[in-house]
Structures are given as C-alpha cells and as structure tokens.
C-alpha cells in the first residue's frame, strides 16, 4: 500500500523526492500519512478534493484484498 501511494503522489507533485509515507498499524486497522512540499500540497488535494477522494478510493480498493481497513492521511 505504501508503495501505491507514493507512485501515486509522486506523479503529482513537482518535488517528488519531498513526498514521504509513513505507516502507522493498529491490528487490521492502517492509517497511511502522506506527506508532500507545502507548495504541492494542492496538486495532491485537486479541487474540491476530487484527487485526494480518487486516491483513497484506490487504496480501499486495494485494502479490500488484504482484508485489512487502510486510511489514506494527507499531511
């Protein structure tokens, strides 16, 4: 999942060697915190939050498999 999200952002961002994903677990429950330059942080947020919403739907979908509850945290 780490892996995915930061494939993602980095083809987003124009700083790609500022984006970082931290994992945080709590049994089946992970919390994915993304981090990105302060002056990407639009790029990955999209208007109206229509990016940030396509990238956690990604990740959901994935989770789904692994039968575990994945959240996608945008910092």
Not at 13 to 28: M, N, Q, T
Not at 36 to 47: F, T, Y
Not at 52 to 60: D, F, G, M, W
């Amino acid at each position: 999942m780490k892996e995915l999200v930061e494939v993602i952002a980095k083809a987003l961002v124009e700083h790609p060697e500022d984006v970082a994903v931290i994992v945080r677990e709590e049994g089946r429950h992970t919390t994915l915190e993304l981090h990105v330059a302060p002056s990407d942080m639009g790029k990955v947020i999209g208007k109206q939050g229509r990016i940030a919403k396509a990238i956690r739907a990604v990740i959901k979908a994935a989770s789904m498999k692994e039968n575990k509850r994945v959240d996608v945290e945008i910092m």
